[in-house]
Every structure is written in structure tokens, then in C-alpha cells.
């Protein structure tokens, strides 16, 4: 490739040398923009540039799936494989598609036209089976040929949104992002405008009488967080969103950045003022490539406008958000593990303590919240709490986004209040079951979730109710499954996300995630063993009590979930 030009990477590398290390993904992900992989050459540039370690550089790009050290092709075409999809017809669609292309691609020496890759999640599963055209979202279909998606620009699949309540998706369902002027007309930034006309503790003191947790999963209260970062010593605080969301089945990030970018702003611009943070990162997933350029775009108009900037509305209060994108590796969406991403290194969860509240990115004490969590301070400070509190439960207040996919008649994503009946958000809201068929089972959390059956669909969906009969809330992910689906086949597929996605860091969860796969993978195509039963529950339990980070916690948890309601799936025929 000696034909490649070295120049345009020099001149947009002067651009990030002032970062030093923490700039080595955004180098990366220009060189691969640049050249479609990152060349030889441009590595040993970008780390003279920022001086790193070309070790370091060639660990970073082997760690993140989205770089390529040697051209693939001219077209790449990922088809997700995870469990809406699968059920969906993806695997049909990776079959025909790759038939096709290996006869297209016959030429010996030459880049190929086309490949075709099997991808974990995509963050698309409304829209299954979904696929990545050289990283933007497209919907496939059983009719479709490869060259009906590669030919022009793929439009990016259009946002489906139910709601019984219209509070943080009164912006969304138009298939196109909010743009300023209309976030302004709907009551937008009057939120921050009230904010900076009080003091930051007041502001914390609002979201702690709010009853607000974290929306991403671990429901830790959001004020207590921004109170241990307010108060921890230091003059120097980071704000950081997590908007790397790729739990297999979650999508309800994805649509708020697509739909309503400035909401999501707005309640980053507050909670950095109330914490006292001058800079944020905002960390988006790499196969978000759509919703990168919707935030990007929203940026610039709030900085043209004066949202950010220097002496935000008049105020002395000064504020920059970078945008960081990731580059394919489920782990990062782990807190410290993104830290570790931001500061240019591999994505490797951190032992705790320190917490991120007192050492975060940096070093330094930052606040973590995702973008649900984030895009609800608007609304608390527009209401105020106590009427905040009115909407969901007395221990789960505010609204919640589920995202709903599988065998469901309209897959989407909808706005709740807190304590509304399962029941009501599958069968009144979701239409129920596709086909009408009979339901099998659901899965509550995501890959690391928890199946149940019909039994509790009269359970209410609040953090206290569904912890009585067992199950995560998680960060509100719901996929369904008909009688005709074989819940063998979807363990296998929960236990390869795992495996695949396991940074190998620590023991536990680096072998017991392949064990559990290949496990799965045997009884998925043959017959369980008398022994198999006792070595998933053994392997479960181990990463369960002995992984460092959260994936390795529950990476078993659907399956020794499955194990409890259908043994006969995983113990030998008598």
C-alpha cells in the first residue's frame, strides 16, 4: 500500500498531540477512516505523535474489534446474530449473503468487493434482523439481496416509540433528530436556565428529594453520586456518559441521542454544574456511527447558541463536552473500564475502591451516569420533586424506558411510569405476542438477565416488586419468546456473546465464559451429559462469586435462570 499518503493523518493528528495517550482512539479511529484499516505506517505516526509506546498502539487495536490491522474490503456488511435477530432470520441473512458474496469474489491478489461478518449486537433490536452497512444501521429482510443494501446510502432504520406517559420522549417519533429550535419551543434549557440561577448543592439536594437511580442498570442513587464527587477534594472534576449501551436487546439510549439530542445535553450541562465539572466526555458506542453524528451536530448548535462555552447564559460557569467514540468492545460500557478508554489504553475494568467518585477518569473525582439517567434531570428540575416523585412508585419515582423485542407484535421503545403491570406493557401497549402464538418465556436484563414465564406478568415493573419475585429491572430490557423457540439454541447465543465479549482480565470470567459456551454449544447440537448439569452450575456460581467486574458477575445468569425453570433442557434424557 505504498501508494497511501501519510499527509492528511499528520495533519489531523496535530489536532489531537496535545492529548498525548487519551487521543489514541480518535487517531485510530482517522487512520481507519482515513485508509479503511490502520496501516503500518500509521500506527508508528500516531505514536510518535502522541508519544505511545507502538506496543501500546498495536495492544489498543487488537483489544477493540472495530480496528482492522489489514484491509478487509471495499464493503463491509455486519449482520447481528444475538437473539432478536436470530429469531428474527439473521442467521438466513448471513448465509445468503455470504453464498453470494463468495461467488462474487473470486479475483486471487485483490481486495474483496464485499464481506460479510457476524456481529454481537447492534443496538438495532426493533429492527431485526439488523445490519451495519460499513457502520450504518440497516434493516435487512428475507427478499433483500446484498446488493439491494450496498447500493447508495442505507437510511437508517426509523425509531419506534410507544408510551403511556409522553415525558422524556415528548420529542421523539419523528424519525429525525430534534433539531434546537424546536427543543427551545417545547420548554427546552429552561431547565439549565433555572439551574444556574441556583446553588450547586441546591441542585443535588433536588435530584436526592427526587428519589432518581441510575438508569443503566445499577440504580444507585444519582444525588448521593453527584454529592461524593461535589465533595471530594480536588479542584479538577469529570462529567462522563456513558452512552455505551450494548447489552444484547438495548436500544433506549440509541433512540434519545438519535431523537432528541438536546435533552440528553441539557442534563449533561446541569449535572456537570452541580458537581462542578468544567469538561465532559460523552462515550458512544463505535457501532453508533448515526447517533455520533446526531450529538456531534447538536454540539455545535448548542456551542453556536451558547449552551456551551465560556460564560454559559451569562453565568460565569464555563463547559466543553468531547465526544469519545469506542471501538467494539462490550466491556467499556463498565465504568472504569470506559475510563480506561477515554485515557487511551485497552478497556480493562479497575479493582474498586478507589471509587469513581473519588478517583475516576484520570485520577480525578468524576460523576458516571448513561443517557436515560442523565436526560431525566431536565425534567426533575422543570417539575420539581415532589411532583417528580408523583409519577411511579413511592421506591421507584419517574418515568422508565423499556425496550421491547423478540416475538412481540410492535418491538420498540416505550416511556412508562414506574410500577405499571407487566402485563399492561406487553399485551395493552405492545400488542402482545407476534402471531398471537403462546408465550414461552422472557427475558428481564438483557444477556445478563433473568427468564421467567407468564406466571409473573402481573408483576409490576418497579425496582422493589420485581425484586420480590427475583428479577432484574436492569436497564429495562424486555425480550419475548414464543412457544416455537428453543431456549437451548438462546442460552448457546447468551454464553457466545459472553465468551466473545469477556476481556479476559480475570480469571474466573475469561475461562468460565468459554467453558459455559462450549458447554451450551455441545448440548445445543447433541445431547446433555450426565455431567453437564453439575459443571454449568459450578462454572455459574464461580464467575458469579469471583469475577472483578459486573460482565463476569452475570454472565451465567440467564442460564442458571433457564436451568431452574426447564431442567429437562440441560440434564440427559432418562
Given at each position: ?254 433512540v434519545m441521542m438519535e431523537e432528541d439530542p438536546h435533552r440528553l445535553l441539557e442534563g449533561m450541562i446541569i449535572a456537570a454544574y452541580a458537581v462542578g465539572a468544567q469538561k465532559a466526555y460523552l462515550y458512544i458506542r463505535g457501532e453508533y456511527l448515526y447517533p455520533y453524528e446526531v450529538m456531534s451536530r447538536a454540539i455545535d448548535e448548542a456551542a453556536a447558541a451558547g449552551w456551551i462555552g465560556e460564560t454559559i447564559h451569562g453565568s460565569d460557569f464555563r463547559f466543553e463536552i468531547e465526544i469519545r467514540r469506542g471501538a467494539g468492545a462490550y466491556i467499556c460500557g463498565e465504568e472504569t ?170 480469571y474466573p470470567c475469561q475461562i468460565g465464559t468459554q467453558r459455559q459456551e462450549e458447554i451450551l454449544h455441545r448440548i445445543n447440537r447433541s445431547q446433555p451429559q450426565s455431567e453437564d448439569w453439575d459443571r454449568l452450575q459450578d462454572i455459574g456460581w464461580t464467575m458469579s462469586d469471583a469475577s472483578i467486574c459486573g460482565l463476569g458477575q452475570t454472565a451465567a445468569s440467564a442460564v442458571l435462570s433457564a436451568m431452574r425453570l426447564w431442567p429437562h433442557l440441560f440434564k440427559p434424557s432418562v
Amino acid at each position: 500500500m505504498d501508494d497511501l499518503d501519510l499527509s492528511p493523518l499528520k495533519d489531523r493528528l496535530r489536532l489531537l498531540q496535545p492529548k498525548g495517550r487519551s487521543g489514541l482512539l480518535p487517531a485510530l479511529h482517522t487512520a481507519q477512516d482515513l485508509y479503511g484499516y490502520i496501516p503500518e505506517f500509521a500506527a508508528e505516526e500516531i505514536a510518535r505523535t502522541l508519544r505511545v509506546p507502538l506496543a501500546d498502539v498495536y495492544g489498543v487495536i487488537d483489544f477493540y474489534a472495530l480496528f482492522l490491522k489489514q484491509p478487509a474490503a471495499r464493503t463491509v456488511i455486519h449482520v447481528c446474530a444475538d437473539p432478536a435477530c436470530a429469531m428474527a432470520g439473521a442467521d438466513g441473512v448471513m448465509k445468503r449473503f455470504s453464498q453470494s458474496v463468495a461467488s462474487k469474489n473470486t479475483a486471487e491478489g485483490s481486495l474483496p468487493e464485499l464481506v460479510v461478518e457476524r456481529a454481537p449486537c447492534l443496538g438495532l433490536c426493533e429492527h431485526a434482523p439488523a445490519v451495519l452497512v460499513q457502520g450504518r444501521g440497516a434493516t435487512a429482510s428475507s427478499a433483500q439481496s446484498y446488493q439491494d443494501l450496498v447500493k447508495g446510502k442505507p437510511e437508517h432504520p426509523r425509531s419506534v416509540i410507544g408510551r403511556s406517559i409522553n415525558l422524556l420522549t415528548a420529542n421523539c417519533g419523528k424519525g429525525r433528530p430534534t433539531t434546537l429550535e424546536e427543543y427551545r419551543q417545547s420548554g427546552g434549557y429552561q431547565a439549565l436556565e433555572k439551574a444556574l440561577s441556583m446553588r450547586p448543592g441546591e441542585i443535588i439536594t433536588m435530584v436526592k428529594a427526587s428519589g432518581l437511580v441510575g438508569r443503566g442498570g445499577a440504580a444507585f442513587p444519582t444525588g448521593m453520586k453527584w454529592e461524593a464527587a461535589a465533595n471530594a477534594p480536588g479542584e479538577i472534576r469529570y462529567l462522563v456518559c456513558n452512552a455505551d449501551e450494548a447489552e444484547p436487546g438495548t436500544f433506549k439510549d440509541r433512540v434519545m441521542m438519535e431523537e432528541d439530542p438536546h435533552r440528553l445535553l441539557e442534563g449533561m450541562i446541569i449535572a456537570a454544574y452541580a458537581v462542578g465539572a468544567q469538561k465532559a466526555y460523552l462515550y458512544i458506542r463505535g457501532e453508533y456511527l448515526y447517533p455520533y453524528e446526531v450529538m456531534s451536530r447538536a454540539i455545535d448548535e448548542a456551542a453556536a447558541a451558547g449552551w456551551i462555552g465560556e460564560t454559559i447564559h451569562g453565568s460565569d460557569f464555563r463547559f466543553e463536552i468531547e465526544i469519545r467514540r469506542g471501538a467494539g468492545a462490550y466491556i467499556c460500557g463498565e465504568e472504569t473500564a470506559l475510563f480506561e478508554s477515554i485515557e487511551g489504553k485497552r478497556g480493562f475494568p479497575r479493582l474498586k475502591p478507589p471509587f469513581p467518585t473519588t478517583a475516576g477518569l484520570f485520577g480525578r473525582p468524576t460523576v458516571i451516569n448513561n443517557v436515560e439517567t442523565l436526560c431525566n434531570v431536565p425534567l426533575i428540575l422543570n417539575l420539581g420533586a415532589e411532583e417528580y416523585r408523583k409519577i411511579g412508585t413511592e421506591k421507584s419515582p419517574g418515568p422508565k424506558l423499556f425496550c421491547l423485542s423478540g416475538d412481540v407484535a410492535r418491538p420498540g421503545l416505550y416511556e412508562v411510569p414506574f410500577g405499571i403491570p407487566l402485563r399492561v406493557l406487553l399485551e395493552e401497549l405492545a400488542g402482545g405476542v407476534r402471531g398471537q402464538r403462546p408465550l414461552q418465556a422472557i427475558l428481564f436484563g438483557g444477556a445478563a438477565g433473568v427468564f421467567t414465564t407468564e406466571k409473573d406478568l402481573d408483576v409490576r415493573l418497579s425496582f422493589e416488586d420485581l425484586r420480590a419475585v427475583g428479577l432484574p429491572l436492569g436497564s429495562g430490557v424486555i425480550t419475548v419468546f414464543d412457544d416455537t423457540r428453543d431456549m437451548r439454541d438462546i442460552c448457546y447465543r447468551l454464553a457466545r456473546f459472553f465468551a466473545e465479549e469477556s476481556c479476559g482480565k480475570c480469571y474466573p470470567c475469561q475461562i468460565g465464559t468459554q467453558r459455559q459456551e462450549e458447554i451450551l454449544h455441545r448440548i445445543n447440537r447433541s445431547q446433555p451429559q450426565s455431567e453437564d448439569w453439575d459443571r454449568l452450575q459450578d462454572i455459574g456460581w464461580t464467575m458469579s462469586d469471583a469475577s472483578i467486574c459486573g460482565l463476569g458477575q452475570t454472565a451465567a445468569s440467564a442460564v442458571l435462570s433457564a436451568m431452574r425453570l426447564w431442567p429437562h433442557l440441560f440434564k440427559p434424557s432418562v
